[in-house]
């Protein structure tokens, strides 16, 4: 009977630990998750911001280049 219980609590506690841990483990996660999305979503606006701005004072370069042939009669 002691010896049942003793493996009881024994179970009760290694679960409790892997949920603690488990629990602490998703906490970290997300907030790195959390952190790098923040982070991305800043860069990305400032990105943008400095695109806008960028578009409006750039202007595009297009060559057109031809061909001509040149033929003689004999």
Do not use: F, G, P
């Amino acid at each position: 009977m002691l010896v049942r219980n003793y493996i009881a609590i024994s179970n009760l506690l290694i679960t409790t630990i892997t949920t603690s841990t488990t629990n602490t483990t998703i906490a970290t996660t997300t907030t790195i998750i959390i952190a790098a999305t923040t982070t991305s979503t800043d860069r990305r606006e400032k990105e943008n911001s400095s695109s806008s701005n960028n578009n409006s004072s750039s202007s595009s370069n297009s060559s057109i280049s031809s061909t001509s042939s040149n033929s003689s009669n004999k």
